[in-house]
């Protein structure tokens, strides 16, 4: 603390107070038994939880499995960083070199995620240091059992990585906030993630051949790969409450006001109409489906301009 109070100018008093409201937004986090001491300022920390990175000229503590990956995706002047740890089941070294482009190259190594992120911030400091990376599944299970946890869930490197690559996106610029619960869900189903472990649905949207379009306000099938699909938010965010239109929709939609359902039809949606039912769901069904109601009528720009 001192340290900031001499780089901001500000008397400490008025920087503590200012740290305590970060804390209270899960901007940073505190020393529970100094908080003087800033902790953690997702992705970087200022203790050891299993990560180190290494750019050009820095080296870092990586907060988790994911912050460590996220890293070259958010510092401009580091097109790569190398991410070194060790598996907590046998202590194997492993090190990757983390780029923007492409994931990491990985055999059968693996991220464990322990707590739930219903569950994340009730310590989050312990919810970090319990996602981590393993030789393969089976360290995994090793680990498990000499630990008396649970599993919680296992993703690949490549899943990590897309986890990783855009979650702190503006992270450093001036009047960043954090994601809100729906952005924050639509980005978990971008990536392949889901499942009540993540908050999510039990089926995985990925693997829908749709796509939500933000610049339009209909789905659309699409062959996109799993990090370019986009998932109807209603159906992810029910128990998020309302969803409000958005600002395409309360110029081009007047009826989409309030808390109705806007014309948009989707398998995420619970008022989808009876042509996309579940039944109509098997093999090629959506495709078919979709084409042949545009046949029908050829007026309709598609899918979206379905009343739901």
Same mark, same amino acid.
């Given at each position: 603390?001192?340290?900031?109070?001499?780089?901001?100018?500000?008397?400490?008093?008025?920087?503590?107070?200012?740290?305590?409201?970060?804390?209270?937004?899960?901007?940073?986090?505190?020393?529970?038994?100094?908080? /003087?001491? !800033?902790?953690? &300022?997702?992705?970087? %920390?200022? +203790?050891? #939880?299993?990560? @180190?990175?290494? $750019?050009?000229?820095?080296?870092?503590?990586?907060?988790?499995?994911?912050?460590?990956?996220?890293?070259?995706?958010?510092?401009?002047?580091?097109?790569?960083?190398?991410?070194?740890?060790?598996?907590?089941?046998?202590?194997?070294?492993?090190?990757?070199?983390?780029?923007?482009?492409?994931?990491?190259?990985?055999?059968?190594?693996?991220?464990?995620?322990?707590?739930?992120?219903?569950?994340?911030?009730?310590?989050?400091?312990?919810?970090?240091?319990?996602?981590?990376?393993?030789?393969?599944?089976?360290?995994?299970?090793?680990?498990?059992?000499?630990?008396?946890?649970?599993?919680?869930?296992?993703?690949?490197?490549?899943?990590?990585?897309?986890?990783?690559?855009?979650?702190?996106?503006?992270?450093?610029?001036?009047?960043?906030?954090?994601? /809100?619960? !729906?952005?924050? &869900?639509?980005?978990? %189903?971008? +990536?392949? #993630?889901?499942? @009540?472990?993540? $908050?999510?649905?039990?089926?995985?949207?990925?693997?829908?051949?749709?796509?939500?379009?933000?610049?339009?306000?209909?789905?659309?099938?699409?062959?996109?790969?799993?990090?370019?699909?986009?998932?109807?938010?209603?159906?992810?965010?029910?128990?998020?409450?309302?969803?409000?239109?958005?600002?395409?929709?309360?110029?081009?939609?007047?009826?989409?006001?309030?808390?109705?359902?806007?014309?948009?039809?989707?398998?995420?949606?619970?008022?989808?109409?009876?042509?996309?039912?579940?039944?109509?769901?098997?093999?090629?069904?959506?495709?078919?489906?979709?084409?042949?109601?545009?046949?029908?009528?050829?007026?309709?720009?598609?899918?979206?301009?379905?009343?739901?």
């Amino acid at each position: 603390m001192p340290e900031l109070a001499t780089l901001t100018g500000l008397a400490p008093d008025h920087v503590r107070r200012e740290l305590r409201t970060l804390h209270g937004s899960h901007d940073v986090v505190l020393n529970p038994q100094d908080n /003087d001491q !800033v902790v953690m &300022a997702h992705p970087f %920390a200022s +203790v050891p #939880l299993g990560f @180190s990175v290494m $750019g050009a000229h820095t080296l870092w503590w990586g907060g988790c499995a994911r912050d460590s990956f996220a890293m070259p995706h958010l510092i401009p002047d580091e097109r790569d960083v190398l991410v070194t740890t060790r598996c907590p089941a046998c202590d194997t070294p492993h090190a990757w070199v983390i780029g923007r482009e492409t994931p990491p190259q990985g055999d059968d190594q693996v991220a464990h995620f322990l707590i739930p992120m219903s569950r994340a911030w009730d310590d989050v400091v312990h919810t970090c240091g319990n996602q981590r990376l393993f030789c393969s599944t089976d360290c995994v299970d090793t680990w498990l059992q000499k630990t008396g946890r649970e599993r919680g869930h296992v993703m690949d490197l490549g899943t990590l990585w897309r986890l990783a690559r855009d979650w702190y996106t503006g992270r450093l610029e001036p009047g960043y906030t954090r994601r /809100d619960p !729906v952005s924050a &869900a639509a980005y978990l %189903a971008e +990536v392949g #993630l889901h499942g @009540s472990f993540w $908050g999510l649905p039990d089926f995985d949207l990925g693997s829908f051949p749709f796509r939500f379009s933000g610049a339009r306000t209909d789905c659309a099938p699409a062959n996109a790969d799993p990090g370019e699909r986009r998932a109807c938010l209603r159906g992810l965010t029910a128990a998020a409450g309302p969803i409000r239109p958005t600002a395409y929709e309360a110029r081009h939609l007047p009826e989409a006001d309030g808390d109705s359902v806007p014309r948009r039809s989707c398998p995420g949606h619970p008022r989808r109409p009876a042509w996309m039912q579940p039944g109509a769901m098997v093999g090629p069904g959506p495709t078919r489906a979709f084409e042949s109601r545009r046949a029908r009528d050829p007026g309709r720009s598609g899918a979206g301009s379905e009343r739901a």
